[in-house]
Nanobody
């Protein structure tokens, strides 16, 4: 059974930084797509960044240039470095992993799509950005 555990959320002031981590276990495929999603109050959960097992990354427009996704391929760990945080980044952040549907599919996902059928999800970690 696949399990994903996020950590690193919390409260930060506008302009600050946070680094989220996601540890994956029980996922036996060597090729995959991993992504960070977020859900703000009253909104749907949507992807904000993705990384394919081949290393290619993509970002939604509203986080591009501020957030950086990375992975430890051997550990299947996922990270999200968030800089220059804004009020509108306040949300619950989820990591997710999916079996490989091809790099183009993974990259398109990370540009900001709603997907509820990923292979595995983390429990979510809350990020609050305040003045």
């Amino acid at each position: 059974e696949v399990q994903l555990v996020e950590s690193g959320g919390g409260s930060v002031q506008v302009g600050g930084s946070l680094r989220l981590s996601c540890e994956v276990s029980g996922f036996t495929y060597s090729r995959y797509c991993m992504a960070w999603f977020r859900q703000a109050p009253g909104k749907e959960r949507e992807a904000i960044s993705s990384i394919h097992s081949d290393g290619g990354t993509s970002y939604a427009e509203d986080v591009k240039g501020r957030f950086t996704i990375s992975q430890d391929h051997e550990k299947k760990s996922l990270y999200l470095q968030m800089n220059s945080l804004k009020h509108e980044d306040t949300a619950t952040y989820y990591c997710a992993i999916d079996t490989d549907r091809g790099a183009p599919y993974c990259h398109e996902l990370g540009r900001g799509h709603i997907r509820n059928d990923m292979y595995g999800w983390g429990q979510g970690t809350l990020v609050t950005v305040s003045s």
